[in-house]
């Protein structure tokens, strides 16, 4: 793990399964559906023991319509030591001018927004948008640890990390973080 001071908060980045961590929300990469799916959303589903979580998205899809990319919103986090799940839409990569690059950004940043009003003072994101919709890694690092560095020096919350699946992606996004921030 790794961690560096911005403003009077703090940023981290760790390696792991992000289901596990006690943090007062974890962010879930989720579909425009808030249907569950694989990946991390799968791995979420399945920690919180799928049911009540799968009743509570379909509630708010049945308020909203459905999760536009780039936008939040939260459930209670039920079986996980995270207490909240803020569920955002990530872009679909296709090639990098369709909007990405501010979709992305939106992702990371309406999270923030959202916990703030929450009142959520740590929070864990996964690599949104770098599994099955494509997204450059590299890219995506440099967009979501400055979205991240932005939301902590307007105090949103005052802890707030990556959590990377695997030893190759937490290396690169540490060096990307080590170049950047
Ligand atoms: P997307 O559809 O936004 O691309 P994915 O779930 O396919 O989302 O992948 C997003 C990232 O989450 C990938 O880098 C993947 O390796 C990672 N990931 C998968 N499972 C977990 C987990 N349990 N904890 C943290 N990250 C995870």
Same mark, same amino acid.
């Given at each position: 793990?790794?961690?560096?001071?911005?403003?009077?908060?703090?940023?981290?980045?760790?390696?792991?399964?992000?289901t596990?961590?006690?943090?007062?929300?974890?962010?879930?990469?989720?579909?425009?559906?808030?249907?569950?799916?694989?990946?991390?959303?799968?791995?979420i589903?399945?920690?919180?023991?799928?049911?009540?979580?799968?009743?509570?998205?379909?509630?708010?899809?049945?308020?909203? *319509?459905? %999760?536009?990319?780039?936008?939040? @919103?939260?459930?209670?986090?039920?079986? =996980?030591?995270? $207490?909240?799940? &803020?569920? !955002?839409?990530?872009?679909?990569?296709?090639?990098g001018?369709? *909007?990405? %690059?501010?979709?992305?950004?939106? @992702?990371?940043?309406?999270?923030?927004? =959202?916990?703030? $009003?929450?009142? &959520?003072? !740590?929070?864990?994101?996964?690599?949104?948008?770098?599994?099955?919709?494509?997204?450059?890694?590299?890219e995506? @690092?440099?967009?979501?640890?400055?979205? =991240?560095?932005?939301?902590?020096?307007?105090?949103?919350?005052?802890?707030?990390?990556?959590?990377?699946?695997?030893?190759?992606?937490?290396?690169?996004?540490? @060096?990307?973080?080590?170049?950047?921030?």
């Amino acid at each position: 793990m790794k961690d560096w001071k911005i403003g009077s908060g703090r940023l981290f980045i760790r390696q792991g399964d992000i289901t596990t961590l006690e943090v007062d929300a974890i962010v879930n990469a989720a579909n425009s559906r808030l249907a569950g799916g694989g990946g991390v959303d799968g791995a979420i589903h399945r920690a919180t023991g799928a049911a009540k979580l799968q009743e509570a998205c379909q509630k708010i899809i049945s308020d909203i *319509g459905s %999760l536009p990319p780039g936008e939040a @919103a939260i459930t209670d986090g039920f079986n =996980l030591p995270a $207490k909240y799940i &803020i569920h !955002t839409v990530g872009p679909i990569w296709h090639g990098g001018t369709n *909007g990405e %690059l501010k979709l992305l950004k939106n @992702a990371y940043l309406n999270s923030l927004k =959202l916990a703030r $009003k929450n009142n &959520i003072t !740590t929070i864990a994101f996964p690599a949104i948008s770098c599994g099955v919709y494509g997204y450059p890694v590299k890219e995506a @690092a440099c967009i979501a640890l400055l979205a =991240l560095k932005k939301g902590l020096e307007a105090g949103l919350v005052e802890e707030a990390g990556m959590v990377l699946h695997g030893e190759t992606a937490y290396k690169l996004w540490a @060096a990307t973080a080590e170049e950047i921030l």
